[in-house]
């Protein structure tokens, strides 16, 4: 399984943009990367994915590297309910399934 | 229908208890997930389940058993559980498994607590 390395926390100013690093230097060519999110004590929510080319939608955008060896996920005005840890997964193929592998994540707090 | 429902939201059960979790989503998906999520940890998948069959088991004790009675439904029967297995317990659910839009919609699970 692809690893990924996140930073264990990180602050950012309310209606500031959030840019979120993670590093997946083992990552294989059909291998996608996916955000997720946690709110405290709810289920994770899923914000993005994307193979090698940049992806935006409603919630964030994601900026892959072309080796793609790393991603930074971009929330572009944080509000205080971004406030969440926010986990970077390498997908995993497994048979007919997929496998979603949680590292420890980022935790990320919004600041008034 | 975009919600994936977990019951019930707390449960304290005694070691020789026998209880189940109940999950549920309309949402059309085939593919169906147990994750078991400790205290400050990440949640660690258990099991998965792909058109009604299991076809992941993470090595769970047999204290933990999963059904998937159709596609819209998923319990977790739990029989002779410790105090090390409680935790918050959370259901999934996605697509198919494969497809490139997989993913995971979870439910806001169930808190477990074995005494």
């Known amino acids: 399984d692809a690893k990924t390395t996140q930073p264990t926390s990180m602050d950012c100013a309310e209606g500031r943009a959030a840019n979120l690093p993670c590093n997946h230097s083992?990552?294989?060519?059909?291998?996608?990367v996916y955000w997720y999110r946690q709110i405290h004590s709810q289920g994770p929510q899923y914000i993005i994915h994307?193979?090698?080319n940049n992806e935006t939608n409603e919630m964030a955008s994601l900026i892959i590297t072309e080796d793609r060896k790393s991603s930074t996920l971009i929330l572009p005005h944080a509000t205080l309910r971004d406030t969440a840890v926010y986990y970077c997964?390498?997908?995993?193929?497994?048979?007919?399934?997929?496998?979603?592998?949680f590292g420890k994540g980022t935790k990320l707090t919004v600041n008034p | 229908d975009t919600e994936v429902t977990q019951t019930p939201k707390h449960l304290v059960m005694g070691m020789t208890n026998k209880k189940s979790l109940k999950c549920e989503q309309h949402?059309?998906?085939?593919?169906m997930y147990w994750y078991k999520q400790k205290a400050k940890k990440p949640p660690e998948l258990m099991f998965v389940?792909?058109?009604?069959?299991?076809?992941i088991n993470e090595s769970v004790p047999s204290r933990f058993s999963p059904e998937c009675p159709n596609s819209s439904l998923l319990n977790l029967h739990l029989h002779a559980l410790q105090p090390e297995d409680s935790a918050l317990y959370l259901c999934?659910?996605?697509?198919?498994?494969?497809?490139?839009?997989?993913?995971?919609?979870f439910g806001p699970g169930t808190r477990l607590t074995v005494l």
């Open positions: 999934a659910s996605s697509h198919d498994g494969t497809s490139y839009y997989n993913e995971q919609f």
């Open positions: 389940y792909s058109y009604e069959k299991l076809s």
């Open positions: 083992t990552i294989s060519g059909n291998e996608y």
């Open positions: 949402m059309g998906h085939r593919a």
């Open positions: 997964i390498v997908r995993v193929a497994w048979g007919g399934s997929e496998k979603l592998v």
């Open positions: 994307g193979l090698k």
